[in-house]
Each structure stands twice: as structure tokens, then as C-alpha cells.
């Protein structure tokens, strides 16, 4: 069971979060729920500095990532994680507005591992984020800490 | 033969033709200034192609003429300087020949008084000569009768001497001095010798009149020659300018419309960036507060939706209806945005399994419908396969739409007519149909001719068929009837456009 790795989501617009923060009660899974406020505070939690300074070592379950956020954007925080080493197997799902092709192609370029287009029905807001709660925190095997490639 | 009989012939401007009147009643009140100016006018409806080749032409026609009247006066001078070595070598001749006749009569009477033998010297020379001189006199008057005439009394007088002459020889050799006593003192010949005297002289004065004419002759022409060459370079100088300046007016207005055209490009993609970014943050910024609104009309449903009366969760649903609705349009928009922008795939569709795929796609949505379909075989176009596919699923898809109050649903494709270079196919149905005078909002963006209870839609589907009909250089119309159907008509190119 990975009950004890937290879900890290980014998202700026508190409207946003608390919806999906709604939704994730629904599944009961959202005390797992960490919430950041923008890219550098992510950061800041993945490097446990900060206000994150005395938090639980160890990476997050997932990393649900706005694209648009203040300081650092959403894009920015996912090259900063895949392109270091005991980051860089964090699951990383992109939970964004934009269909742009161009944050898509960006996206996958620099190694998301999903993307999910917010649904405006809420309904579908919510099954979606029911289910990436689900399946990323609950369903799917994290990979083991420490697994990071030394190479 | 390619004959375009609206196309005028091109005047060449050197004929001063004004062009064909129309105005057939003759009027006394026609001064040249109209024709003039229709001249003038026509030049300025010439094309810039036109102008020039016709100012080369009027150039090019300046060099004929000034050409031909050179090569004319200089044959003229040529011909006058032959003259007038014939005319010199004459009058040497007619000299010698006076001289020698003088000799022949004044020594011939010295040996009639002396009996001196070496007398007759002069005498035998001119009777040897006489041929030679006469020979040579026809042929340098030959083509002048008046001097022909001359050189003939000339023989004849010239004969009439030397037979005196030999008769009195004859008569001193014969008698001795005294038998000739007489002649001698007088001369046998004196008559004629003033007869040639005189027609030499004649002739003389008239070959110095020839030769005074030609000099007039020559010394007009050579002025003339040298006027014409000095206007005529001034003419060409003045044409070659003009075309010049027509050439480089044409070349700098060429350059600035250029650099007008790149300067549009410039702003154009600037424009166009512009909206990509604009569209942009509608897709992300606009879809934002839509999805909180009708998320938290959600949780106020949730939360209190037991408590609500039916007015009231009737007014909730229509909040989360409407949040829906504007998120549709906007998604439409940004899809209507994209088609005007995206890259176009250029390959070949085959219309036929298009169709086919389409079909197979809306077999959900024709569930408990009966529609009687008359589908023709259809041809393969040059395009894009997913554009073009969106442009007949819209079509289709409206078809069946407006075709569902219809017990029997008829919907009919196929080819209308095919000429060379494009094929027009049709989507025709039996449905609610439309008023023609609607039909320039039919294709609008946005535009609906149902209310929204009737017929679901955004109104995007029909603009977005103009808008992929149009990028594939096609054009797209309708024709319809209320209550009895529309028929909607595509042509496309079938040959690919050249980008």
C-alpha cells in the first residue's frame, strides 16, 4: 500500500483546488492531497526547503501539474524534475485548460507522463480527477525510493 | 486558333490611327484636338508592356527611315561623282579633239605651200586616230540625246575635213604648188573647223552646266542627309528617353508595391501571431472560470439540493447548463480559429471511403431513425483527409439533424456535375429545409436559422465547412425549401493548387 506518499498538486487558482480537492473527498483520498500554490513552491517541496524545510523525506505518489502558474510555470517545474536524477521517476501528470498542441508536443517532449485536459463540465471534472487520484495515488506502484539512476 | 475577338489588334502608334469612331453621324464641328486626345488616351490605356514596346517600335521605325533616306542620298552622290568623272574625261576629249583638228588643217596647209613631208605628220595622226576619238566620244554621251546629235554633226564634219584635206594633198602631189596656190593661202577646211569649233564649244558649255547642276544636287543632298541624322538623333535620343523613364517609373512602382506586399506579409503574421496567443489564453483563461462556476453550482447542488424547491434546482440547472453551453462555443471557436491556421495536408482523399468511415462513425447516433440513403460512387480529390472530413461530417451530420421529424428520412450524395478542373458533390435531404433569403447567414459563424430548442448546435459547423471549403480553393452553396429540404453543394479543385 502507498497510503503514506502524498499527492502533490500545483494549482494557482484556489477555486480550482478546492474543486479538486472535492473531488479527491469523494475518494477519500484528499488528506493525502498536498497542495502548492505555484512552480516554486513545488519545487521548494520536492527539494524540502522552504516552508517544506522540515517536512517527511521522501518523493510524492504524483505531481499534478498547472500549466499556467505565477513564478514558476508548470513547464519549467517538469524540466526541472525530469532532468534530475532523484526526481526524475516521479510520475508527473499534466492537469491543465490548454489543448494547445504546442503544451502538448512540449509536454511529452520533456517527459510528462500523462496529460489531462480539464474537463469544464464539472462532472467530468470530477470523475477525472476522481480517477487520476485514484489510479496515481492508489492504484499505481510508485517507484521504490532511492531507485534513481546513479548513472 | 485562340482568337479573342474582344482583344483590339495593337495600332502602332506611327500611324496616327485614332481608334474606330463609334460616333457614325458626321459632324463639322470636329476639330483635330478630339482626335488628339483619343490618341493620347489610348496610349494611357496602354498597358506599361505595351507602352514600351511601342516607343521601341516608333524607335526602331526612326532608324529604318533615317537608314533608307541615308542609303538614298548617298547612292544620289555616288552616282553624281561618276557623272562628273565622265564629264571631266569629255571635256579632255573634246580639248584633244579641238586641238588636233586645228593641227591637221594648219599643218596640212604647210606642206601644201612647203611640199615638206613632215607636215603631214599631224594630218595621218588624226585620219589614224579619227576612229579611236569618235569611239570614245559616243561612248561618254551615251544616254544624253542632245549630246549624241552633237557627236554625230561632229563625225560628219570632222569626215567632211579629212576628205578636203586628202583631196588637196591628193592635188599637191599631183600639180605641185601652183595647183593648189590658191586653197593653200585660204585653207581647204576653214568652213567646218569653225562648225566643230563652234558644237565643241557647245558641248563643253553644256557638261560644265551638268557638272554645276550635280554640285547643287550633291551639296542638297548632303545637307539634307545631315539635317535628317541630326533630327533623327534627336527624335531617338527624346524616344529612348521616355521609354526609359516609363521603364523606370514602371520598375520603381514595381519596388514600392514589393516592398508594400512584404511590409503587409510583415504585419500579417505579426496579426496572426497575435491571435494564436490570443486564442490561446481564451482556451486556458476562459475555460477556467466556466468550469468553477458550474463546478461549485454542482456543490451547491450537492449541498443543499434537498432543501430546494423545483423553481430553485431548476435555476441551478440552468447556471450549470449555461457554464456548459459557453464552454462549447468556446471549444467551437477555438477549433473554427485552428482550421483557419493549421498547416494543410496536401495528398489525395478518396471521397468514396470517406464517406464509408463517416457513416460507420455516426451509426450511434442514427440509432432508431429510419433513413432511406442514395449514395453515388464518388471521385478522389486533392486535400486534406481530416479537414475534409470534418467538412462532410458537418454536412451529413446536419442532414441527419434536420431530417429527424421526418418519419422517412431521405438523404442523397453525389457527384452534381463535373467539368475540367473541379467536381462538385452535393448533400441533399428532405428535412426542415431553409428560407433562400437567409442564405448568406446559412455559413456565418455562429449563425442559426432554428431556435436552440428545435435543433441542437453552436451554429460552427457550416462556417467551419466554408472555411476548409475555401483553404482547398473550392467554393460551397446551398439551395433550400422550407418544410421540404436543403441541398448543400461543395466543389472542389481536382487538380492541386499551386502554393
Not at chain 2, 428 to 454: C, I, P, S, T, W
Amino acid at each position: 500500500m502507498t497510503a503514506a506518499k502524498p499527492i502533490l498538486l500545483a494549482e494557482d487558482n484556489p477555486r480550482d483546488a478546492e474543486l479538486a480537492l472535492a473531488a479527491m473527498e469523494e475518494e477519500h483520498i484528499s488528506d493525502k492531497v498536498v497542495l502548492c500554490h505555484d512552480g516554486a513552491e513545488v519545487l521548494d517541496y520536492l527539494y524540502c526547503r522552504g516552508q517544506f524545510k522540515s517536512r517527511l523525506k521522501g518523493n510524492p505518489a504524483v505531481v499534478f501539474l498547472d500549466l499556467k502558474m505565477p513564478k514558476v510555470n508548470g513547464l519549467e517545474v517538469l524540466r526541472t524534475i525530469k532532468s534530475d536524477s532523484s526526481l526524475q521517476p516521479i510520475p508527473v501528470v499534466m492537469l491543465t485548460s490548454s489543448r494547445e498542441e504546442k503544451d502538448l508536443a512540449e509536454s511529452y517532449a520533456l517527459g510528462a507522463n500523462a496529460y489531462v485536459v480539464k474537463p469544464v463540465e464539472f462532472h467530468q471534472f470530477l470523475t477525472a480527477v476522481k480517477e487520476l487520484g485514484t489510479f496515481w495515488g492508489v492504484i499505481n506502484e510508485p517507484p521504490p525510493e532511492g531507485s534513481a539512476s546513479t548513472n | 486558333m485562340d482568337t479573342v475577338t474582344s482583344d483590339r489588334p495593337p495600332v502602332p502608334p506611327i500611324a496616327g490611327a485614332p481608334p474606330p469612331e463609334t460616333d457614325a453621324t458626321p459632324s463639322l464641328s470636329t476639330r483635330p484636338q478630339p482626335a488628339k486626345r483619343s490618341v493620347l488616351t489610348w496610349f494611357r490605356e496602354l498597358t506599361i508592356e505595351r507602352r514600351i514596346l511601342a516607343g521601341f517600335s516608333l524607335v526602331f521605325i526612326g532608324i529604318l527611315i533615317i537608314g533608307a533616306v541615308s542609303y538614298r542620298n548617298t547612292t544620289i552622290l555616288i552616282e553624281n561623282s561618276r557623272l562628273d568623272t565622265r564629264s571631266h574625261d569629255l571635256l579632255q576629249l573634246l580639248n584633244n579633239v579641238d586641238t588636233a583638228m586645228d593641227e591637221a588643217e594648219n599643218n596640212h596647209r604647210r606642206y601644201l605651200v612647203t611640199g615638206e613631208v613632215v607636215y603631214l605628220q599631224s594630218f595621218r595622226s588624226l585620219a589614224e586616230q579619227k576612229p579611236t576619238y569618235l569611239k570614245y566620244l559616243k561612248d561618254l554621251t551615251a544616254g544624253s540625246p542632245v549630246q549624241e546629235a552633237r557627236v554625230d554633226q561632229l563625225q560628219k564634219l570632222i569626215e567632211q575635213q579629212i576628205n578636203a584635206e586628202t583631196g588637196a594633198i591628193a592635188k599637191r602631189d599631183g600639180g605641185g604648188f601652183e595647183a593648189v596656190r590658191r586653197i593653200a593661202l585660204e585653207g581647204v577646211a576653214k568652213r567646218e573647223l569653225a562648225a566643230i569649233h563652234r558644237i565643241i564649244a557647245e558641248m563643253e558649255s553644256d557638261e560644265h552646266q551638268s557638272l554645276r547642276r550635280r554640285l547643287g544636287e550633291s551639296t542638297l543632298s548632303t545637307t539634307n542627309t545631315i539635317v535628317l541624322l541630326a533630327l533623327g538623333a534627336l527624335l531617338q535620343l527624346v524616344l529612348l528617353a521616355s521609354v526609359y523613364y516609363l521603364i523606370r517609373h514602371d520598375i520603381t512602382a514595381r519596388k514600392k508595391v514589393a516592398t508594400e506586399l512584404q511590409l503587409r506579409g510583415e504585419l500579417l503574421e505579426a496579426a496572426n501571431k497575435e491571435l494564436e496567443a490570443f486564442s490561446y489564453s481564451v482556451s486556458h483563461d476562459l475555460r477556467a472560470p466556466l468550469r468553477h462556476i458550474d463546478g461549485y453550482a454542482s456543490l451547491l447542488n450537492k449541498a443543499v439540493g434537498e432543501t430546494l424547491n423545483d423553481k430553485a434546482k431548476r435555476y441551478l440547472q440552468t447556471i450549470s447548463d449555461s457554464a456548459k453551453q459557453m464552454g462549447q462555443l468556446i471549444d467551437d471557436l477555438l477549433v473554427f480559429s485552428r482550421m483557419g491556421r493549421q498547416e494543410m495536408l496536401h495528398t489525395t482523399v478518396n471521397l468514396d471511403q470517406l464517406i464509408k468511415t463517416i457513416l460507420y462513425d455516426l451509426r450511434l447516433d442514427l440509432q432508431g431513425r429510419e433513413i432511406s440513403w442514395t449514395i453515388d460512387t464518388l471521385p478522389e480529390v486533392p486535400g486534406d483527409p481530416v479537414m475534409l472530413r470534418q467538412v462532410f461530417v458537418n454536412l451529413i451530420s446536419n442532414a441527419i439533424k434536420f431530417t429527424s421529424t421526418r418519419p422517412v428520412a431521405k438523404i442523397a450524395i453525389g457527384v452534381e456535375r463535373k467539368s475540367a478542373g473541379e467536381i462538385t458533390v452535393f448533400v441533399r435531404d428532405n428535412g426542415v429545409g431553409f428560407d433562400m433569403q437567409y442564405l448568406d447567414k446559412l455559413f456565418g459563424v455562429f449563425q442559426r436559422l432554428h431556435r436552440a430548442d428545435e435543433f441542437e448546435g453552436t451554429g460552427i459547423g457550416l462556417a467551419n465547412v466554408r472555411r476548409i471549403v475555401h483553404r482547398h480553393g473550392g467554393r460551397v452553396w446551398a439551395e433550400g425549401i422550407p418544410d421540404q429540404g436543403a441541398t448543400f453543394f461543395v466543389t472542389l479543385p481536382t487538380r492541386r493548387p499551386r502554393t
